[in-house]
């Protein structure tokens, strides 16, 4: 199916009033959604026939590797 501006609108309303009750939580929950992007996209760059794909692919993987970091980094310091 195809993703319209119109359901887009819809999730963001729907989550306006959204109140997280554990910042180590959300945290936690963005840090690892980033590691399992990472990880799917170095799977794909090994297995992609194509160079650029390839590459491409691990360009992106590194970037997520960055936002987990990231992620880790905030909720390190959250705890301390």
Do not use: W
Request: hydrophobic share 45%.
């Amino acid at each position: 199916p195809t993703l319209r501006d119109e359901d887009l609108v819809a999730v963001r309303r729907r989550n306006l009033g959204l109140r997280y009750d554990s910042a180590a939580l959300v945290l936690t929950q963005y840090f690892m959604s980033e590691h399992f992007a990472a990880h799917a996209f170095f799977k794909d760059a090994r297995t992609a026939r194509c160079p650029v794909l390839r590459q491409i692919l691990r360009l992106v993987a590194q970037d997520e590797v960055r936002h987990s970091q990231f992620g880790y980094e905030l909720l390190a310091a959250r705890l301390e």
